[in-house]
């Protein structure tokens, strides 16, 4: 018997949930950062200083940027790793990883780019000194393994970054769901021309585990100190852990 997992609210063959997500990533590739502005009111761009800022790149430093995209984070990341450092831009899809190559080209910055799985890393062990996943962890077939990974090309004291959507509070919870259900799929049909692929991403960050459920995952793969930030009340999390 084959398993199966989730695809949104969707029950699917686990060897098509890898597909589905493409499609939905192919698809919204060309407007995502636009659509990123205008459907979080900006403050994605907040999340992800917060999390730049908690990574603590220095010179020299190896980093490998999963699910990197566009490139927001691998950008900051060249820059501070600098000239003696070296910084992985990856992406399962294809479609997003051109995006972001272009983007960090067309501003004089050449780094790795590389086609690649999360729970199939192609990285020796105990390489990197920052390992970064945005927005990515929710869309992974395997959460855990591809969890497993990350610690494992980790060196030892190095750190482990995830940005995720998370749980907010319940008094919040009714106009989120007003929110994510009804009027992002219409802005995702209005900007993008695509409202399933926007109603999917809603339905993606109900089934992602909560706040304190990803903090036992992260421990259990072996990762140390594990802590979590809430930001604007939960609707994004940042958990952070360390490889001893």
Same mark, same amino acid.
């Given at each position: 018997?084959?398993?199966?997992?989730?695809? /949104?609210?969707? +029950?699917? &063959?686990e060897?098509?949930?890898?597909? $589905?997500?493409? =499609? %939905?990533? @192919?698809?919204?590739?060309?407007?995502?950062?636009?659509?990123?502005?205008?459907?979080?009111?900006?403050?994605?761009?907040?999340?992800?200083?917060?999390?730049?800022?908690?990574?603590?790149?220095?010179?020299?430093?190896?980093?490998?940027?999963?699910?990197?995209?566009? /490139?927001?984070? +691998?950008? &900051?990341?060249?820059?501070?790793a600098? $000239?003696?450092? =070296? %910084?992985w @831009?990856?992406?399962?899809?294809?479609?997003?990883?051109?995006?972001?190559?272009?983007?960090?080209?067309?501003?004089?910055?050449?780094?790795?780019?590389?086609l690649?799985?999360?729970?199939?890393?192609p990285?020796?062990?105990?390489?990197?000194?920052?390992?970064?996943?945005?927005?990515?962890?929710?869309?992974?077939?395997?959460?855990?393994?591809?969890?497993? =990974?990350?610690?494992?090309v980790?060196?030892?004291?190095?750190?482990?970054?995830?940005?995720?959507?998370?749980?907010?509070?319940?008094?919040?919870?009714?106009?989120?769901?007003?929110?994510?259900?009804?009027?992002?799929?219409?802005?995702?049909?209005?900007?993008?021309?695509?409202?399933?692929?926007y109603?999917?991403?809603?339905?993606?960050?109900?089934?992602?585990?909560?706040? =304190?459920?990803?903090?036992?995952?992260?421990?259990?793969?072996?990762?140390?100190?594990?802590?979590?930030?809430?930001?604007?009340?939960?609707?994004?999390?940042?958990?952070?852990?360390?490889?001893?």
């Amino acid at each position: 018997m084959s398993n199966t997992t989730h695809f /949104g609210y969707t +029950t699917v &063959e686990e060897n098509q949930k890898v597909h $589905k997500v493409a =499609e %939905v990533f @192919h698809s919204v590739a060309a407007k995502y950062d636009i659509m990123n502005d205008v459907m979080s009111g900006g403050l994605h761009r907040i999340w992800k200083i917060f999390t730049i800022a908690q990574a603590g790149v220095r010179p020299g430093f190896k980093v490998l940027d999963i699910a990197g995209g566009t /490139g927001d984070l +691998t950008k &900051e990341f060249v820059k501070q790793a600098g $000239k003696t450092g =070296e %910084v992985w @831009h990856t992406d399962i899809n294809e479609s997003m990883l051109r995006v972001g190559r272009d983007r960090l080209l067309n501003k004089g910055l050449i780094t790795p780019t590389l086609l690649c799985d999360a729970e199939k890393l192609p990285f020796q062990d105990n390489y990197f000194d920052r390992v970064t996943v945005a927005f990515g962890l929710r869309n992974m077939t395997h959460k855990e393994q591809a969890l497993a =990974e990350m610690r494992r090309v980790l060196k030892p004291g190095g750190k482990l970054l995830v940005l995720e959507f998370s749980k907010v509070p319940e008094v919040l919870q009714k106009p989120y769901d007003l929110y994510s259900f009804k009027i992002l799929p219409w802005m995702g049909q209005k900007i993008a021309g695509d409202a399933d692929s926007y109603r999917y991403l809603a339905e993606s960050i109900r089934m992602h585990p909560d706040q =304190e459920t990803l903090k036992g995952m992260m421990e259990a793969v072996g990762l140390e100190k594990v802590q979590y930030f809430n930001l604007t009340a939960g609707v994004a999390a940042l958990h952070t852990g360390i490889k001893l």
